[in-house]
């Protein structure tokens, strides 16, 4: 679609900025959006095909717009000015190397750490979970506790727990 025919889809003029585009886009859209009429299937064919014009016209424009302004852009900016990385001195070279090298070290500390983890859960969980040392105190749910540590049976009365007086309600 050329530019002329999209000014006049979005019935503006061709000198419109980008501000008064969107607005006509906005004012056309609310208007022939298909869900305003509902219930004729003539009115909302027409209107389906007459939103994806109006789209298409946006778009094309806002491309348009988006890509003159980046020329303009690049014709302020004088060819000096291009961007290169900045030049490494010997100190920032170094400084880089010993960021690399920390941070490998880290990874293989926590490696190590994770692995002796690892081992260290998989022999309890072959031993049975027994008690010994660095395993679970018997006051958990696996001794026959609750998730807080109330006795068994005592629950919360708003959460519906398992006492003497469960699924009463509040009346007595």
């Known amino acids: 679609m050329d530019l002329k025919h999209c000014y006049e889809v979005l019935e503006v003029g061709p000198g419109a900025d980008q501000d008064e585009i969107r607005k006509a886009y906005r004012d056309l859209a609310a208007v022939w959006h298909p869900d305003r009429f509902a219930g004729n299937e003539r009115l909302i064919e027409k209107a389906a095909a007459r939103i994806k014009e109006i789209n298409v016209a946006y778009e094309t424009l806002s491309d348009s717009w988006k890509s003159t302004q980046r020329a303009g852009r690049r014709e302020d900016r004088p060819q000096a000015e291009t961007r290169s990385e900045p030049e490494r001195g010997p100190n920032q070279t170094e400084t880089g190397t010993q960021l690399e090298q920390l941070v490998e070290t880290g990874t293989g500390l926590i490696l190590s750490a994770c692995s002796r983890l690892s081992q260290a859960i998989r022999s309890w969980l072959e031993s049975g979970g027994e008690s010994g040392a660095g395993s679970r ?34 009346g007595r």
């Open 137 to 170: 105190p018997a006051s958990g749910r696996a001794a026959g506790g609750s998730a807080r540590g109330m006795s068994p049976g005592r629950g919360c009365r708003r959460g519906g727990g398992g006492g003497r007086h469960a699924g009463r309600g509040r």
